[in-house]
């Protein structure tokens, strides 16, 4: 269940209605008026906003209190609640230690949020700007200012890394995200130096475009470069160091690098580096710094060639440094040591005598003629540190361009990126002796002031005009005056200064310090030396002048003005550097300059047309404000100098700020957004105004007792004059949402359990209709596929006799398919079994194969499990058959008796018989009658037969031995009986003539005999009567008849007579 929630932040930061404008509200207060008149003392809110201040100027009661103004940022430093707006500008005070507020979960929370409802931070400044370039599609620019040291290129830093993580990427989207990202510090390395005001500072001015496509994502970046801060590489102050590149390199490259560069490990053997005494730095790390610039340097797409050449001209600038002169007495410079020109030679890939030469001797063209002419030794080392100054700043000036190839846009069917510009530009300076850079670095100052003096009065001015309220136009310092003393045509300080570098005749600094005191001595923000009133001439040296800045004032000294101005570099330098063979170089230098005899544009002219073209940048895009303060010069955590802090205040107009923003009123909203807010605090109101906006906030503003000088209602906003005002109707809210809290819960429960309800019945229901739905479906779908299946099966009925065609096929092979399974259902399980499903036509032939393969089955299935005791008797049965099937009576009867082993076993065989058989193995015995062969008279007698031959056994005595060899044949009848009878040879005179005899297993018995004889084929079968031998030629009969029952008697003819049952009818 969802819950009703009210944020309060422990801070009592936060929280604050409509927008961009500064309509801002704090969210607690001491006193409310609740809408029922009663005020409540609300003191927590008390305490918090005692503690923590407001997080908007524009809330601060006494306004036009500087004193009032600083103790509110003192006492958010306090509680490191850095940022503060005054309206839409961000004041912001450089914490000197990290505030864990730049986390990724920190920019969710600003992320695509209103302004007013999250407490201040440098990430609601770019969303917002990010928004309004997404929703109105304007392009933006934020400007941040502040002087060296507050905070300028962090807050920039920081606003590209949230625009990285937050906004939307792709694949190839992302390697520029990396790309913007990774600029920083390769820029840094080359641009920044640790100074006495800012271990980091940008020591060039900086200008950065983000571009982003119709989905919001970054796609490109261009960045513009102000003046570099070119005679750093040559000196530095005490305790300000070179830029960070030089001492990244010694302290961070490899052995390998070095060597190739010919460079030491250590700092203090570069005269370039020595000057402001401090190669090292407790903040800094260079050899770490140095790795992460080698590696930013890839990502932005430096080859490993390119590092190495922009390293060699690096290295060239040390060794140039360390080039030393000699020659003071005769007056004519020479070149002490070759170790560096060696070096440079290889370096920068040029002759080495030809840069020896160049160095020592400067080429004038004077009417087409060429001279030369040796230099002194002053003049040399300043044609050295010209050169070193030319190589770098131009070589930073490619660095830029390079890193914009890298950055830039590249798809060309989209033409017009949305943009937001980052200004990050060096912030007024004052140093003990202020030179050229100063004055350039102030004047830029003051041209941001004037843009930002300009937008903020006639943005404020317009919405009133718009909105059709009237107001009072408030005094403020306009510091045109300044901009127009510094770059007025012909009247400014750099016409003059220009007019100084370029005039024949002995032009020099101090000439043109005279010069001004003509031209514009009489100006109230000029004074020098001499025209200042004795107090100021005690601060102020002979060579300077003093600008009153908007700022503040800043003595300038002129030396070195015109040499800087004039950014010379002798001609035969030129011409080497246009020689080399470091391909930077020869884009550095272009040959095409040494034709143009034109004197190039002083580096002030320069500086004033790249200003004015920033501005026109700047004017083009909405611009957003970020003013950030330095709490302290000693780079501490935690110290907040009130003095330094008061100045820094005055001088970036933040009172004049705050005054413009509440010269009028105080806050303005929306009277939609002001209604949606406050609406609960009036019956009339609450909970929904039908009427139109306007009058529904005029209805509320009674109410709570509004008096008519607090408010004005314009045409789509309402003007809140003192923030006290708002204080207590916000108060009054507050007081409100925790009753209405308390309501609004149980309503929302009973309202969520009720539609909880609802939404399950009508879930039920829907779920029944589906499943309904889907089960007739279902069925219509069956039915229908049932109505197909009968109409084709009773076409292809139709067609059954038919070629197989479409219309039968089915039916066809539906047919086939049914007989095969009806088939394989009732297959005959033993081989007895004949039946068999009657097949369709078109099976007949597959149905037989079948039929055989399943008899063969049966039959094989059944051989494989007979086992050989069986096999044996079957063996048996299969010589019966074959001897006795349809051929002999009692055939039929005997095949369901299985065969004995033998009919008489060992007891029933009279020892001495066996004992006279001796070797020989019985194989079987079995009780017989013999009848003599003389008057046919019957005797019990045992058949014995061996392996070789069958004995004829009475009680104890062998009787007869017939040898199988000379068993002539074997007779019996056709009929039931048991007689048969053994045919023996009758010249054998040990014989007595054939043997007849009757056994009852006459089938067995005969088999087993004509088994063990192997006389299959020598038993008869008899019809009517068999004729034996009886011995000495005499033939006996023995004559067959079937009767009623067995009777075997001697005949009157003499013959034995036999009549056998009737068994089977034939
Ligand atoms: N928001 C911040 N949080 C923590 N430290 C900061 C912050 N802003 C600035 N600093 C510290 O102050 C130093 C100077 O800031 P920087 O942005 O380089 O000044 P500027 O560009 O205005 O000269 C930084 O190197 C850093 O140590
Ligand atoms: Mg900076």
Same mark, same amino acid.
Request: no cysteine; charged share 35%; proline share 12%.
């Given at each position: 269940m969802m819950e009703l929630r009210i944020q309060l932040i422990p801070t009592g930061e936060i929280i604050m209605?409509?927008?961009?404008?500064?309509e801002n509200y704090c969210h607690s207060c001491t006193k409310a008026v609740g809408s029922d008149g009663v005020r409540i003392t609300m003191e927590s809110a008390l305490t918090a906003r005692d503690r923590v201040g407001v997080q908007d100027f524009v809330l601060l009661e006494n306004f036009t209190s500087e004193a009032a103004f600083i103790e509110n940022l003192r006492k958010r430093f306090k509680e490191n609640l850095i940022y503060t707006y005054i309206g839409s500008v961000l004041v912001s005070v450089n914490p000197y230690k990290d505030l864990e507020i730049y986390t990724k979960n920190h920019m969710e929370r600003y992320r695509g949020v209103n302004f007013y409802e999250v407490s201040p931070h440098i990430y609601a400044v770019a969303d917002n700007s990010y928004r309004s370039m997404r929703t109105e599609r304007r392009d933006q620019c934020i400007l941040i200012s502040g002087e060296s040291g507050a905070g300028k290129t962090e807050a920039s830093k920081k606003i590209l890394q949230y625009y990285a993580i937050t906004c939307p990427a792709s694949d190839q989207v992302q390697t520029v995200k990396d790309r913007l990202l990774q600029s920083n510090p390769v820029l840094e390395a080359f641009g920044n130096a640790k100074t006495l005001r800012n271990d980091n500072s940008s020591r060039f001015g900086k200008y950065m475009d983000i571009q982003f496509d119709f989905k919001g994502a970054p796609v490109g970046g261009h960045i513009l470069n102000y003046l570099?801060?070119?005679s750093r590489v040559v000196h530095q102050n005490h305790g300000e160091r070179n830029f960070h590149i030089f001492y990244q390199l010694i302290e961070g490259g490899e052995e390998d690098l070095l060597r190739r560069l010919g460079l030491e490990k250590n700092p203090q053997q570069y005269q370039y580096l020595v000057k402001g005494n401090c190669p090292k730095v407790s903040s800094i790390n260079d050899r770490s710094d140095w790795k992460v610039v080698r590696k930013a340097l890839t990502v932005i797409g430096f080859n490993d060639d390119e590092v190495e050449e922009l390293l060699n001209i690096i290295a060239s600038v040390l060794h140039l440094g360390n080039i030393q002169f000699g020659g003071e007495d005769s007056g004519i410079a020479y070149i002490t040591t070759d170790t560096q020109i060696k070096y440079l030679s290889r370096l920068l890939g040029v002759d080495g005598l030809v840069l020896k030469e160049a160095l020592t001797h400067k080429k004038i063209i004077a009417k087409g003629e060429e001279l030369i002419s040796p230099l002194n030794l002053e003049q040399a080392a300043s044609a050295r540190d010209a050169l070193s100054k030319a190589v770098y700043g131009r070589t930073f000036t490619w660095l830029v361009n390079k890193i914009n190839d890298s950055l830039a846009f590249k798809d060309e069917s989209y033409k017009n990126p949305s943009v937001i510009g980052l200004l990050d530009i060096y912030g007024f300076e004052v140093f003990q002796h202020n030179s050229f850079e100063q004055f350039c670095i102030n004047y830029c100052n003051e041209k941001l002031q004037q843009l930002f003096i300009e937008l903020t009065l006639k943005s404020e001015q317009d919405e009133y005009e718009a909105e059709g309220i009237t107001w009072e136009p408030v005094q403020y310092f306009n510091n045109k005056i300044i901009c127009d003393l510094v770059e007025e045509k012909f009247k400014g300080i750099i016409s003059i200064l220009d007019e100084e570098c370029l005039r024949p005749g002995d032009a020099s600094d101090i000439t043109f310090l005279e010069k001004l005191e003509d031209t514009v001595g009489g100006h109230a923000h000029l004074t020098t030396h001499k025209l200042a009133d004795g107090k100021t001439r005690k601060v102020m040296g002979r060579e300077e002048f003093r600008l009153l800045h908007y700022a503040g004032e800043v003595n300038y000294n002129v030396n070195g003005f015109l040499d800087k101005n004039n950014d010379l570099l002798f001609r035969n330098l030129k011409e080497v550097m246009c020689m080399s063979e470091n391909t930077i170089l020869t884009q550095c230098f272009d040959r095409v300059e040494l034709k143009d005899n034109k004197r190039p544009e002083t580096a002030a002219t320069q500086f004033k047309n790249s200003l004015a073209k920033l501005m026109e940048i700047l004017m083009s895009k909405e611009p957003s404000y970020v003013r950030c303060i330095k709490p302290? *010069?000693?780079?501490?955590?935690?110290?907040? *100098?009130e003095v330094l802090i008061r100045h820094q205040v005055k001088y970036l107009g933040l009172m004049e700020n705050l005054r413009v923003r509440r010269a009028g009123f105080a806050y303005r909203r929306r009277y939609e957004i002001f209604l949606q807010r406050y609406k609960s605090l009036c019956p009339e109101t609450?909970?929904?105004?039908?009427?139109?906006q306007v009058d529904g906030v005029s209805t509320l503003v009674k109410h709570l007792g509004y008096k008519p000088e607090e408010y004005k209602l314009g045409r789509s906003k309402i003007f809140i004059r003192f923030p006290k005002t708002l204080f207590a109707t916000e108060d009054a809210l507050e007081t409100r949402k925790h009753s209405l809290a308390t309501k609004l819960q149980s309503g929302w429960k009973g309202y969520t359990q009720k539609t909880k309800y609802r939404k399950l019945r009508s879930s039920a229901v829907m779920i029944q209709s589906w499943w309904k739905g889907i089960l007739a479906r279902r069925r219509a779908q069956r039915k229908r596929q049932a109505v197909d299946s009968i109409r084709r099966f009773i076409k292809g009925f139709i067609y059954r006799h038919k070629e197989r065609c479409p219309e039968n096929e089915y039916f066809l092979d539906y047919v086939r398919y049914s007989f095969l399974i009806k088939l394989r259902k009732n297959l005959p399980k033993t081989v007895l079994d004949k039946s068999w499903p009657t097949p369709p036509a078109a099976l007949v032939e597959a149905s037989e194969l079948l039929r055989k393969m399943n008899m063969q089955n049966m039959v094989w299935r059944y051989c494989k499990k007979i086992n050989p005791e069986w096999k044996h008797q079957l063996e048996q049965k299969m010589v019966a058959s074959e001897i006795f099937k349809d051929k002999k009576d009692n055939y039929p009867q005997s095949v369901p008796k299985l065969f004995v082993g033998t009919r008489l076993n060992g007891e029933e065989i009279n020892p001495k018989v066996l004992q006279s058989l001796g070797n020989e193995k019985m194989k079987y015995a079995v009780p017989v009658t013999k009848y003599d062969r003389k008057g046919y008279k019957a005797r019990n007698r045992q058949l014995l037969l061996t392996s070789n031959s069958a004995f004829i056994v009475e009680e104890g005595k062998l009787k007869q031995r017939i040898d199988y060899a000379s068993l002539k044949g074997i007779s019996v009848s056709s009929l039931s009986d048991g007689v048969f009878v053994l045919h023996v040879p009758t010249e054998d005179n040990k014989q007595k003539g054939d043997v007849v005899l009757q056994s009852d297993h006459i089938i067995e018995t005969l088999t087993k005999v004509a088994i063990c004889a192997d006389k299959i084929h020598s038993i008869n079968i008899n019809q009517g009567s068999i004729t034996f031998t009886v011995g000495h030629g005499k033939e006996g009969t023995i004559d067959f008849t079937s009767g009623s029952e067995l009777l075997v008697a001697k005949a009157k003819n003499g013959h034995l007579s036999v009549t056998a049952p009737r068994l089977n009818s034939r």
């Open positions: 209605p409509p927008g961009k404008n500064g570099l801060e070119k302290n *010069d000693a780079k501490q955590a935690g110290r907040f *100098d609450w909970p929904t105004w039908e009427g139109k």
